[in-house]
């Protein structure tokens, strides 16, 4: 089911994205997933740089949540060897966006990544979260996600 509402939303889950740093890209522990900050990565290059609402729009700020919701999944589906059915449900979502002190639209950014969460896993994609601004974020990078997932 969750595959072909991924299918439908003609989005590609890529293989998991390679760490860019001394970490491991998910944890599990006992029934809980927790997902590393994922970023803008695609096919192995940053997409998004920069501050949201200064060197990139508003909207390039919510497909930069999405593809790091893109990663998270990918990082998921890894943890849980590719069956869907030991997904229980997302907990939360830590969201982080690179802005300036008079940037006030977190929430609208990181709403990208929660959509699509609930877009693909119904009410299972609902979840708990922040959405924070930072000002600057790793190989300058325009948004941070990382999530808690609850599997059987």
Same mark, same amino acid.
């Given at each position: ?29 006992? /029934? ?10 695609? /096919? ?41 059915? %030991? ?13 300036? /002190? ?23 994609? %609902?979840?708990? %979260? ?23």
């Amino acid at each position: 089911m969750f595959e072909e509402n991924i299918k439908q939303l003609g989005i590609e889950i890529p293989d998991m994205p390679t760490p860019l740093a001394n970490y491991v890209p998910f944890k599990l522990s006992d /029934n809980i997933v927790y997902i590393s900050g994922q970023g803008p990565v695609k /096919n192995g290059e940053l997409a998004y740089k920069g501050k949201v609402g200064d060197d990139i729009t508003l909207e390039d700020g919510i497909k930069a949540a999405e593809l790091c919701c893109i990663n998270i999944i990918a990082a998921l589906k890894k943890s849980i060897n590719g069956d869907w059915n %030991r997904l229980d449900n997302f907990l939360k979502l830590g969201g982080f966006v690179n802005c300036n /002190n008079n940037f006030y639209e977190q929430p609208k950014i990181i709403n990208g990544a929660s959509d699509l969460l609930v877009s693909i896993f119904g009410e299972q994609g %609902r979840h708990a %979260r922040f959405a924070v601004g930072s000002n600057a974020l790793p190989m300058n990078i325009s948004v941070e996600i990382d999530a808690i997932v609850k599997i059987k």
